[in-house]
């Protein structure tokens, strides 16, 4: 996770690897991938993932209010 902090706003930009193991990219297996984000608006998005490699890449970018950004320094 990044963040770039705006004057009032932040860019808030989330990445992260989904991996299968072989049976199921053998097996063709589909996954149904729910993301829930909360800042500003509450963001659900889901996607149908049809198992064909390894793994797949991910990236989530939102603008959200300084004002509702929870920050932990010890993370960021």
Do not use: Q, W
């Not at 996954?31 to 490699?53: A, Q, S, W």
């Amino acid at each position: 996770m990044s963040i770039k902090k705006g004057a009032n706003t932040s860019d808030v930009i989330v990445t992260y690897d989904i991996c299968f193991s072989f049976c199921e990219r053998l097996d063709g297996t589909v996954f149904i991938e729910l993301i829930t984000l909360e800042g500003d608006d509450l963001i659900t998005d889901n996607h149908c993932i049809k198992v064909t490699k390894a793994c797949v890449s991910r990236k989530i970018a939102r603008k959200v209010n300084n004002n509702v950004l929870d920050e932990d320094p010890k993370i960021l």
